[in-house]
């Protein structure tokens, strides 16, 4: 199975910015679709943005214009460069694989707000 590790969370401002990094094992990663999700406390979890293999991206309409979803399949590794953050953004960010044969979840980081 495939593994995938975040990181770059870590307490912000509003109007900060962040980037998050979600590196994954094997060789299946320039095939995959990747995805980051968020699950805000007391809230479910949702799609923040996707990019496929291919390099098309669709984004939750709460974030558009202030994220960026990337990828470098030589690095194995996914980007969410998250800008303008607001409170509402507050959640432990999900990078997320999905192939046609299965998908794999990371561990998620905590974006905390500082108040």
């Known amino acids: 199975q495939v593994q995938l590790v975040e990181s770059g969370g870590g307490l912000v401002q509003a109007g900060g910015s962040l980037r998050l990094s979600c590196v994954a094992s094997?060789?299946?990663?320039?095939?995959?679709?990747m995805g980051w999700y968020r699950q805000a406390p007391g809230k479910q979890r949702e799609l923040v943005a996707v990019?496929?293999?291919?390099?098309?991206?669709n984004y939750a309409d709460s974030v558009k214009g202030r994220f960026t979803i990337s990828r470098d399949n030589a690095k194995n590794t996914a980007y969410l460069e998250m800008t303008s953050l607001k409170p509402a953004d507050t959640a432990v960010y999900y990078c997320?694989?999905?192939?046609?044969?299965?998908?794999?979840w990371g561990q998620g980081t905590q974006v905390p707000f500082s108040s």
């Open positions: 997320h694989l999905g192939v046609a044969f299965g998908t794999s």
């Open positions: 990019i496929t293999s291919g390099g098309s991206t």
């Open positions: 094997g060789s299946i990663f320039s095939i995959a679709t």
